[in-house]
C-alpha cells in the first residue's frame, strides 16, 4: 500500500481527532459547545507539542520494556508505517502509530504507556478515517486493532458496523463545523 503524504497537517490536531475520541458520542449541540471551548485551547497546542519534543528527547529506551518490545517487533514484523498521517479533512485526521495494508488486511497498532486500560475507540476512528480517504468499506476488509499496554498485547477484530457509524459520524459532523466555520461560531 502506498500510503498518501500529508506534510500539511504534521504536527497539528484535529478537532474530530482518534486520540480525543469522545466526541463520537456528541449531540450537534454538545459538537458547537466542545467546538467553541476548543478555539480557545488552540493557544495550549503550541505548548503541547513543546511538551512532546522535550520528552521526546528525554526518553531513554530499555530493552527490559516489553511492552515497548512487543510493539516495535511486532511493528517490525508486520513492516507497518510508523506515524501515519491519516486525513478526512482539517477537521479529522490523526496520526496513527503504526499501520499497515496489505493483503485486504488492516492493522492498526497503538503504544500505551498510561496505567489506565486504553480504550479502542481511537483505533476504530483510524480506521474510519483510513476508510474514508482511501475509499474503502470497512466491510470488505480484515480489520485487526491491537493495544500494547502494561506488558500485554490486546488484540481485537474490527468491527465493520462500528467503523461504518464512526465514519457516517465523521461526515455529518466534518460537515457542521464547515457551517460553524462560515457562520463565525
Not at 33 to 51: E, I, K, V
Not at 56 to 63: E, F, N, Q
Not at 116 to 134: G, H, V, W
Request: charged letters at 20%; proline letters at 2%; a neutral charge.
Amino acid at each position: 500500500m502506498n500510503f498518501k503524504k500529508h506534510s500539511a497537517i504534521v504536527g497539528k490536531h484535529a478537532f474530530l481527532s482518534p486520540s480525543k475520541h469522545h466526541w463520537v458520542n456528541y449531540t450537534g449541540e454538545k459538537l458547537e459547545t466542545r467546538f467553541s471551548a476548543s478555539q480557545a485551547a488552540a493557544r495550549g497546542t503550541a505548548l503541547h507539542d513543546l511538551a512532546h519534543e522535550a520528552i521526546r528527547l528525554g526518553v531513554k529506551l530499555s530493552k527490559a520494556n516489553p511492552t515497548l518490545s512487543m510493539y516495535v517487533n511486532d511493528a517490525i514484523g508486520y513492516k507497518m508505517t510508523v506515524e501515519q498521517s491519516l486525513y478526512y479533512s482539517d477537521n479529522c485526521f490523526g496520526h496513527a502509530d503504526t499501520i499497515s495494508f496489505r493483503r485486504n488486511t488492516l492493522r492498526i497498532h497503538d503504544l500505551k504507556t498510561g496505567v489506565t486500560p486504553a480504550s479502542f475507540t481511537q483505533l476504530e476512528i483510524y480506521a474510519a478515517i483510513f476508510c474514508l480517504e482511501y475509499g474503502i468499506s470497512p466491510y470488505d476488509i480484515i480489520i485487526e486493532l491491537r493495544i500494547y499496554q502494561n506488558s500485554e498485547t490486546i488484540i481485537v477484530d474490527g468491527d465493520a458496523d462500528v467503523i461504518f457509524k464512526i465514519m457516517d459520524k465523521i461526515i455529518i459532523f466534518d460537515q457542521r463545523i464547515e457551517i460553524m466555520k462560515a457562520e463565525g461560531m
